[in-house]
């Protein structure tokens, strides 16, 4: 059996809005999604909202946000709460034709229906073939008569997942190893009620960095939004998320969502389960982060900045501009920006820093005439740096000789201090080409006056 032996892909993503949506469920939803977009075909979302009890609308509404985030359109939209007539209407045929019952039961809780729809099982053995699996064989014996419908208006979910794939068209079902033992439930009822059996695909198994299975309660599966607030990037997050049980066949590891579309196959599925590693998707964000357009990376940049640092004096776009190669440099995602901001990185590109005249000093020295001698010399030859030509490499030209004469941490950390206030802060040639010469200049005579005590 191959993947493409359907003449028209449809392939579906089911989530359940019992909870919000967490960032595992992105990887079963873009596997449908890329197969259904590489073979023109059509990609369902279908929201399992049966559980009436645990079910709501703001769930529903958090998952269609995540997709949104992340670009995967949908080609059809259903509810299977606006579909319980249709499941009346196979549970009652399956009833007519002997191939379910209604079974009363022993209530276990007070309030609890006493009566339920079973299948009626055929007791056989079940085999089917799986693209990444291979072949299995169930034995449905085991099973018994399993409860398909708690009674005409509340169908559950092996039931009507079936109806719905049947009657939606699905050519292929693609979602997690955890799914494989629903499998033969759901062939049966195909059977039962006259339905094509869909290509399956059970994908690997996500691992936690203990190599356990990812569980809701692990701190890696965090509800999806969480990262779009962290400033990761939605490209970042599908190409993480894609290579997280998934394998190209090539060296290449950074993907648009685009040649996602082209790459992917289901033969290149893994099996062995697959390690969801953060300081990976650090890695891939930044490098998303990276091919970004300046005025993208500004505007994110923008977005993320503290907004206290946007109200200081000298705060204005074209110096945003100015700081953005260094700032990119040091983030792995866009939501570091706020951490730096309140960490004080940042506020000194905008405002005159406050400075601690021990913290001018390099390590143990304390020679407060040294430091002064290597302040105005420093101060000297920046300032013979003509205005035009104030660039980082030719700051740094001017000092290098010097510094490396007297003590590299003796000449740049007093000034690397005096353009910050900060014990960190990019190297002091950078600083300066952003701050400007006049900037620059003032801001060593501040440090000069109080190494003085002036």
């Known amino acids: 059996m191959t993947s493409t032996k359907h003449a028209a892909v449809v392939t579906r993503f089911a989530p359940s809005p019992t909870g919000k949506f967490h960032v595992g469920g992105i990887r079963s939803a873009l596997y449908n999604y890329l197969f259904a977009r590489k073979h023109g075909g059509t990609y369902i979302l279908r929201c399992e909202d049966t559980d009436r009890v645990r079910s709501k609308k703001e769930y529903e509404e958090y998952f269609l946000d995540v997709f949104r985030w992340l670009g ?22 399956l009833i007519a034709a002997d191939k379910a019952y209604l079974s009363k039961e022993e209530p276990k809780e007070v309030g609890q229906r006493s009566e339920v729809i079973r299948f009626r099982n055929p007791n056989k053995k079940v085999p089917f073939h799986d693209e990444v699996l291979g072949d299995i064989i169930f034995d449905t014996e085991e099973l018994g008569d399993f409860v398909i419908a708690r009674d005409f208006e509340n169908p559950l979910y092996h039931f009507t997942v079936v109806v719905d794939d049947h009657e939606m068209g699905v050519t292929h079902v693609i979602r997690g190893q955890e799914h494989v033992s629903n499998t033969p439930r759901q062939i049966l009822i195909q059977e039962a009620i006259g339905a094509k059996r869909p290509i399956y695909a059970h994908g690997s198994v996500i691992l936690n960095e203990a190599r356990a299975k990812l569980s809701k309660r692990d701190p890696l599966v965090r509800p999806a ?12 997050m599908l190409n993480f998320m894609a290579l997280l049980g998934w394998n190209p066949g090539t060296e290449q590891e950074i993907f648009t969502l685009s040649e996602l579309v082209d790459s992917f196959s289901l033969e290149r599925m893994q099996k062995p389960g697959a390690v969801f590693n953060p300081e990976k998707l650090e890695w891939i964000n930044k490098e998303h982060i990276k091919r970004l357009s300046r005025d993208e990376q500004a505007a994110h940049f923008e977005s993320f900045l503290a907004p206290e640092i946007k109200t200081l004096p000298g705060y204005e776009k074209t110096k945003l501009l100015k700081i953005l190669p260094t700032v990119i440099e040091r983030i792995s995602h866009f939501g570091e920006i706020t951490s730096l901001s309140a960490a004080g990185e940042l506020s000194y590109y905008f405002a005159e820093p406050t400075y601690e005249k021990e913290r001018l000093f390099w390590k143990d020295e304390r020679d407060s005439t040294k430091l002064l001698e290597r302040l105005v010399k420093t101060k000297t030859l920046i300032g013979g740096v003509k205005d035009g030509d104030f660039t980082r490499e030719n700051v740094k030209n001017a000092l290098w000789e010097y510094a490396n004469g007297e003590g590299r941490g003796q000449v740049l950390w007093p000034l690397r201090y005096a353009l910050s206030g900060m014990e960190k802060s990019p190297d002091p040639f950078q600083l300066a080409e952003i701050l400007g010469k006049d900037k620059t200049l003032e801001r060593i005579d501040r440090a000069i006056a109080i190494t003085h005590g002036t």
Not at 74 to 82: E, I, N, V
Request: charged share 35%.
């Open 72 to 93: 995967l359109e949908h080609d059809a939209y259903y509810r299977q709460s606006d579909r319980t007539a249709l499941y009346r209407d196979y549970l009652e045929k």
């Open 225 to 236: 939004l969480e990262y779009q607030e962290d400033g990761y990037l939605p490209a970042a």
